[in-house]
T-cell receptor, first 111, second 112 residues
Framework: GEDVEQSLFLSVREGDSSVINCTYT??????LYWYKQEPGAGLQLLTY?????DMKQDQRLTVLLNKKDKHLSLRIADTQTGDSAIYFC???????????FGTGTRLKVLA | GAGVSQSPSNKVTEKGKDVELRCDPI?????LYWYRQRLGQGLEFLIY????????KSGLPSDRFSAERTGESVSTLTIQRTQQEDSAVYLC??????????FGEGSRLTVL
């Protein structure tokens, strides 16, 4: 079945860039998403990318998609302590309304 | 309502009891999803509804788990004869028709 993989932890210093990586197996993804989960809260959509795009930029966030390698990354520029959270990559299975989430990457920002 | 509402927010139960978790999606959202999040782990897909029907129930862990949705609105996730491994946060989300998922804050279930 479809699968989405992420590394579990990332630690960066405040002001540095963070890069969170994700790989997926679905060969016909249409949309890929990044969600953020703050402690004790539900997930909130950060950004998404359509599968025919290579890159999408939204303020401090840059999403890169390598469709050939099925690799997605989220870059956060000038990382702040408020960015500390769990970041989930999600794949919408083409032709369905089903979403598969990765394990989440816990980002810790050190002051 | 303004957002996805889940109840109860916390539930502590004894092993073997049945529990019901409720989700009120955003009004007008046709798709509704249940996910399970165990401590320190990612989201595990359980089931999703399109309207009142469930095209994909493949994520339900066992026949102790069931879910229903009525009136293209409220959904109930029922866990019968709870086990300790059922302890987790159960997250509900809704969407218009694909696209962004709007999540509730979850129901934390603890089975003693």
């Amino acid at each position: 079945g479809e699968d989405v993989e992420q590394s579990l932890f990332l630690s960066v210093r405040e002001g540095d860039s963070s890069v969170i990586n994700c790989t997926y197996t679905d060969s016909s993804s249409t949309y890929l998403y990044w969600y953020k989960q703050e402690p004790g809260a539900g997930l909130q959509l950060l950004t998404y990318i359509f599968s025919n795009m290579d890159m999408k930029q939204d303020q401090r966030l840059t999403v890169l998609l390598n469709k050939k390698d099925k690799h997605l990354s989220l870059r956060i520029a000038d990382t702040q302590t408020g960015d500390s959270a769990i970041y989930f990559c999600a794949d919408q299975i083409s032709g369905t309304y089903k979403y598969i989430f990765g394990t989440g990457t816990r980002l810790k920002v050190l002051a | 309502g303004a957002g996805v509402s889940q109840s109860p927010s916390n539930k502590v139960t004894e092993k073997g009891k049945d529990v019901e978790l409720r989700c009120d999606p955003i009004s007008g959202h046709t798709a509704l999803y249940w996910y399970r999040q165990r401590l320190g782990q990612g989201l595990e897909f359980l089931i999703y509804f399109q309207g009142n029907s469930a095209p994909d129930k493949s994520g339900l862990p066992s026949d102790r788990f069931s879910a229903e949705r009525t009136g293209e609105s409220v959904s109930t996730l029922t866990i019968q004869r709870t086990q300790q491994e059922d302890s987790a946060v159960y997250l509900c989300a809704s969407s218009l028709s694909g696209g962004e998922l709007f999540f509730g804050e979850g129901s934390r279930l603890t089975v003693l």
